[in-house]
């Protein structure tokens, strides 16, 4: 049911994204409860979402995206960094580089540390499988009946992609079958959200069937203004359409998913939140809460990029007549270059000895190219985005006014810490004795990026903070907590501290950043969350996950074949 909203709902889920469309599915399958779902975009109908290589136009397109720009970065010189957030049917899903990768189990285990009761690795896994499709069919680790289809794209047929794979065993790391199994460290193929070719957001995996519904209302172009309050009691919300201010109750509850930065900033327009933000905007305060809209944590990410002497790369198919011939294949058959995001080989590993678990994380691009589609430089090349995954660095989210339309200040307050600036010595480092491995000498050529001595501190400071890209994954904003914590926002249930009606259910609620992209355990909160909403006990499932030999003494597996002391570029 669509586009024809009454004024009382059972539930009101605000934010049709990667938890959005998981929650509106679920809670609409009990017929005898209603549930709206509003959201501020349109339908995701347009063939460049849906078409996994053109992965770089939704992102930049207005119609698809909030386009937020953060605040300038005092750790970056002052540079501003791009903040694409999905405002469309799947939100961010429908935007992202399809990449699926659910963090190391660690991460989860660190929730409960961090005040999440009932979220360690153990109570998340069900609902990750719950969520899947694998390709592989379900086992101990993977799901093989759920609504989302990951698979390994098309099966690495660029020999670029086993090569990196090589060079990672070479180097003294590990090779893992699948690192959303049972060995979440190594190298190997990576996995993404698409299903026959095409891309599997939220919105084609839960939202689509659910649509028929008559217990389910979706209203798309729905701005959301503010929640409604009596008291410490959520009621509803209030939203603008077209240019008319609606308003609906929640007889049940109300459940934010509006993401990161959607989600702190409508509670900050609706009185909820630290007073000093709400005074200097403008905003009554109606529940202080300081922790809305601080601990805001992303990763970050830089292009190792070389030269390829083979003629083997993406590189050779960006020209109109070859995005023609990709373009049609793909229409016809949702097979080729067309039905892959060319993320299809990866890597995980740690920095350093003492750590249990990875901190850095490898894509691999047969190709040298830009976030905006184009070449990087003229032929054929190659690249590595890679950056450490557990930043300390915090940031803020913050209203500027009491309007849905004034913009909000996004500070990530990157590169803070002198930990977070070693992270990065060391992961540049790394990651180049990983690339000059014998695997690659007959493809790789001169290093076009960072090409900087890296034995010398300042010149690697100097070039991450002028070249380091955000990997737009904004999170932690809202952030789950034990009550004793007076930055908790939400219960280890997703309810908001001090209010009745009323539950946060999107990455912002993540108490840390895990170790991998954030779609895959935003749908399992969802998916999780959907369970407590409805009273039913949530379910455990305890695996055995690899751990790595030594990890307390050493920083890899192996000696490499090929030793690479820091210094100049090859």
């Known amino acids: 049911m669509n586009q024809s909203p009454v004024s009382d709902y059972d539930y009101i889920v605000i934010g049709a994204g990667s938890a959005g469309c998981v929650l509106a599915n679920r809670l609409s399958e009990d017929p005898a409860r209603s549930v709206l779902l509003l959201e501020a975009g349109k339908d995701d109908r347009s063939l460049f979402i849906r078409m996994p290589t053109a992965l770089s136009i939704p992102m930049n397109t207005p119609r698809f995206s909030w386009g937020y720009w953060g605040e300038p970065e005092p750790g970056l010189d002052g540079r501003r960094m791009d903040c694409a957030r999905g405002k469309v049917l799947g939100g961010s899903s429908a935007i992202n580089g399809m990449v699926y990768v659910r963090g190391h189990a660690d991460d989860f285990d660190q929730w409960v540390e961090a005040g999440a009761t009932g979220w360690s690795y153990a109570d998340c896994l069900p609902y990750f499988k719950r969520a899947e499709r694998w390709m592989g069919g379900e086992d101990a680790y993977r799901g093989g009946e ?30 893992t079958e699948d690192y959303n199994g049972y060995r979440q460290e190594g190298f190997g193929a990576m996995h993404m959200t698409v299903r026959r070719g095409e891309r599997c957001s939220t919105d084609w995996a839960y939202l689509a069937p659910a649509r028929k519904r ?37 007889r049940r509850e109300v459940i934010l998913s509006a ?14 939140g630290p007073s000093h933000v709400l005074a200097e905007a403008g905003v009554p305060v109606q529940h202080e809460l300081p922790g809305v809209g601080e601990n805001l944590q992303d990763h970050l990410e830089v292009y190792f990029q070389y030269r390829c002497k083979a003629a083997i790369t993406v590189n ?43 901190d850095i994380q490898y894509h691999f691009l047969p190709a040298a190219i830009r976030y905006d589609g184009k070449a990087a430089f003229e032929g054929h090349g190659f690249q590595v985005h890679v950056g450490p995954n557990k930043p300390e660095s915090r940031g803020t989210v913050r209203i ?13 307050n990157y590169l803070a810490t002198e930990q977070d600036r070693q992270d990065w010595r060391t992961c540049l480092r790394l990651t180049r004795e990983i690339l000059q491995q014998p695997a690659l000498d007959d493809y790789r050529g001169d290093e076009i990026q960072p090409a900087v001595d890296l034995s010398d501190d300042d010149a690697i400071d100097r070039w991450v903070r002028d070249n380091v890209e955000t990997a737009y994954h904004p999170s932690c904003s809202c952030k789950m907590g034990a009550a004793d914590d007076a930055m908790a926002v939400v219960d280890p249930e997703c309810r908001v501290r001090g209010l009745d009606g009323l539950r946060v259910v999107d990455s912002s609620i993540f108490p840390t950043i895990p170790n991998g992209n954030l779609n895959a355990p935003t749908i399992m909160v969802a998916e999780r969350a959907s369970d407590l909403i409805r009273g039913k006990i949530p379910v455990r499932e305890e695996v055995t996950v690899w751990e790595a030999p030594e990890w307390q003494h050493r920083q890899r597996e192996g000696a490499p074949v090929r030793p690479v002391p820091a210094g100049p570029a090859a």
Not at 259 to 272: D, F, H, N
Request: glycine share 14%; with cysteine.
């Open 146 to 175: 759920g609504p989302v289809d990951t698979c390994n794209g098309n099966n690495m047929k660029n020999p670029l992609y086993t090569a990196f794979i090589a060079a990672g065993e070479e180097a003294g790391y590990g090779r």
């Open 214 to 250: 008559p217990n389910l209302t979706v209203v798309t172009e729905a701005e959301v203004d503010k929640l409604t309050l009596s008291g410490k009691q959520v009621t509803g919300v209030r939203y603008q359409r077209r240019g008319e201010m609606c308003e609906a109750s929640a």
């Open 259 to 272: 993401g990161s930065i959607g989600s702190p900033a409508i509670l900050q327009r609706s009185g909820v």
């Open 316 to 358: 050779g198919h960006l020209g109109w007549l070859a995005k023609l011939r990709i373009g049609v294949q793909w229409v016809l058959t949702k097979t080729g270059l067309g039905a892959t995001n060319h993320f299809e080989s990866c890597g995980f590993i740690r920095s350093r000895a003492g750590l249990a678990s990875p």
């Open 400 to 412: 500027s006014g009491p309007n849905a339309r004034d913009e909000p200040k996004i500070l990530f």
